[in-house]
């Protein structure tokens, strides 16, 4: 191997990192990525899908930052310059030798050594997170958003020194819930959310599902409620069944035995036709009307918590489940009115708990003590870790009732994460704006957030500077001003609120709108190019969004005065336009952008098939 100066330079300390002899300290002085002549991608003959695909990613990039494209081979017939990717025989034959068959589904394995490069990890994800991870490392590739990659270029004697990491993700369960994710599951497996897609290319998903609401669907009113009124919750006097919508109108009553043998029944069959499954929803709907029948409320009286009664019946549907799939768990959600844990009842070990932090502040992070919103949710939060050791984390990281507004929440998302992490939680669901593209910042937002789900010890903040660096380069500067005005004027504010608000909830008003009007078109006026500019557009629909406040929240029907008509008018025929143009098809959780300027339509006394 040629020796380049680089290398030479660093021989002597690397050669005591390698603890090999002194004929392999020319190996052990690294890898000139600029001179790969006669290298090869070596992947196993019999290797799966995600190993192929793996070995793909490694060579178009290599390319990208090399300009060399290595061959991909099945078989060696040397020792040297190879980079094996994913288990082969070739690999466990090298000098590198290793046997990643056996290592767990996402952990991974980087060795550099000698001449030769092995990325290996356990089935199925594992090599192709291990390929992520040696081009964000060794090669400062990032992954920016589905149509963004950054790779440098790799320099002339640019030296891969000797190196032998392994990396096992603390959360097995990593959810970035935006809708870009969904529309462009490559990009979600870059960044390593693995939540997304059942793709054999792609890795597949974690076997495990998110807990979430089941009742619904377990004993639906519709099907039962007119026969038997009592399998449903009693309140007020009143059996609430049948009602029209299960999920906000009725829970079942869970000290009925007939209610335990359906739900049992419907879970048992759900699991015969997913013999993947490594966890099943047993759950509350997505209400407050629990039962208060006499048996439950006692329950729930002695227990001081709606979770009594709720994780007495989990527990029994999971003694059942145990008895035919012993590997499969029962989840649950501690939610709402069940968030708090139970005085004796235990989750069983095979009950796995969904703690939901919906109360939480947006603006403040959940460690932050000054911040009256959280402490109840620590809380529950240490007490569940004393009873359950197989925790997930549900938590809220957008405004649900208007995705478009600024939200001041970005310097809470790495505080949350390790708070979580370093609670137990062995997965995050960070709910967000899932059912679009286009939400406020969210390529940003699913960066930060991806990036800190597969590595909690990521800085947040150097993690916001990369994004805003490379991706809006030169008119990063506006921005990054814009993102720090809403930070520090909510948090100077004193407001507290979570994540369903107004503008004022957040101690914001019109006027972040128009300051950040001014320093949007600043950024575009820095933009280098047409991508930039559009980028720099696209972000700007938030100012725009918060410039309209004082005619949203007006009802359509109200008498809009005339100055403030004239004022809003150009500036909400903007926001619409630029959110067609960027694809954001909802304004909030539950209202569509069409909805809503069918609203603004009225508001301003247009016909339908007028233009605002
Ligand atoms: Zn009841
Ligand atoms: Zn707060």
């Known amino acids: 191997m040629r020796i380049q100066r680089t290398a030479l330079l660093c021989r002597v300390a690397l050669a005591a990192v390698c603890g090999l002899g002194s004929a392999s300290v020319g190996f052990c002085a690294g890898i000139d990525l600029s001179q790969l002549q006669g290298w090869d991608i070596v992947v196993g003959e019999s290797a799966i899908p995600s190993e192929r695909y793996a070995a793909s990613e490694f060579q178009e990039h290599l390319f990208e930052a ?20 994913g288990a082969s025989q070739a690999l466990q034959h090298s000098p590198v030798g290793f046997d990643s068959s056996k290592m767990p589904a996402e952990d991974l394995r980087v060795v550099v050594r000698g001449e030769n490069i092995a990325i290996a990890g356990g089935p199925p994800r594992g090599t192709l997170y291990g390929v992520y991870q040696f081009l964000e490392d060794d090669l400062g590739v ?50 390593r959310v693995n939540t997304i897609t059942n793709q054999p290319k792609l890795g597949g998903k974690t076997g495990r599902a998110l807990i979430s609401h089941s009742f619904g669907a377990q004993i639906p009113s519709a099907q039962y409620g007119k026969e038997h009124p009592e399998y449903f919750a009693l309140r007020n006097g009143k059996r609430l069944a049948p009602v029209k919508d299960d999920w906000f109108g009725t829970e079942p009553c869970l000290s009925n035995p007939d209610v335990l043998r359906i739900v049992t029944a419907q879970v048992l069959k759900d699991l015969q036709a997913h013999p993947q499954a490594e966890n099943i929803s047993v759950s509350q709907n997505d209400n407050s009307k629990y039962c208060q029948c006499p048996r439950c409320a006692a329950l729930d009286e002695k ?33 709402w009115y069940t968030r708090h844990p139970p005085k004796t009842v235990r989750p069983r070990h095979n009950v796995q708990i969904q703690l939901c932090s919906i109360e939480c502040c947006l603006t403040h992070a959940i460690t932050d003590a000054n911040c009256p919103l959280s402490g109840p949710f620590r809380d529950d939060m240490r007490k569940w870790g004393q009873i359950c050791d197989d925790i997930a984390i549900w938590n809220y990281n957008t405004n649900f009732s208007n995705y478009q507004l600024p939200c001041p929440n970005l310097r809470t998302i790495e505080p949350n ?196």
């Open 142 to 191: 990032r992954f920016l958003t589905f149509d963004q990659t950054y790779v440098p270029k790799v320099s002339r004697g640019a030296v891969l020194k000797p190196a032998d990491r392994t990396y096992h993700p603390p959360l097995v369960f990593r959810f970035s819930y935006y809708g870009e994710n969904f529309a462009h599951p490559e990009f979600a497996t870059r960044i």
């Open 417 to 612: 994460i390790r708070y979580f992490v370093a609670n137990h939680a062995k997965g995050v669901f960070m709910q967000a704006a899932g059912n679009t593209t286009g939400a406020e910042f969210s390529d940003l937002r699913n960066y930060l957030i991806s990036r800190l789900l597969w590595n909690p010890e990521l800085n947040g903040e150097a993690l916001i500077e990369e994004f805003l660096n490379l991706h809006y380069g030169a008119a990063a500067p506006p921005i990054r001003q814009f993102l720090q005005l809403v930070h520090d004027e909510a948090e100077a504010s004193g407001k507290h609120k979570n994540c369903f608000g107004t503008l004022a909830n957040f101690g914001l008003d019109a006027s972040i709108g128009e300051r950040g009007l001014k320093l949007f078109a600043a950024a575009e006026r820095l933009a280098g190019d047409q991508t930039v500019r559009r980028r720099v557009e696209k972000a700007s629909i938030c100012a725009y969004r918060a410039a309209i406040e004082p005619s949203w929240k007006l009802n359509q029907s109200a008498t809009l005065d005339a100055t403030l008509a004239a004022q809003q008018r150009p500036l909400v025929k903007r926001f619409f336009d630029l959110c067609e143009k960027y694809g954001v098809t909802q304004v909030s959780e539950r209202r569509s952008m069409t909805e809503r300027l069918k609203m603004y339509k009225q508001l301003f006394s247009l016909k339908e098939t007028e233009s605002l």
């Open 66 to 85: 090399t300009g060399k494209r290595l061959p991909i081979v099945t078989r060696t017939d040397r020792q040297e310059r190879h980079v094996f990717i």
């Open 303 to 335: 227990e001081g918590s709606p979770m009594g009664s709720l994780l007495t019946f989990v527990n029994a549907v999971a003694e059942q489940v145990e008895r035919e799939h012993p590997n499969v768990k029962v989840g649950t959600l501690a939610y």
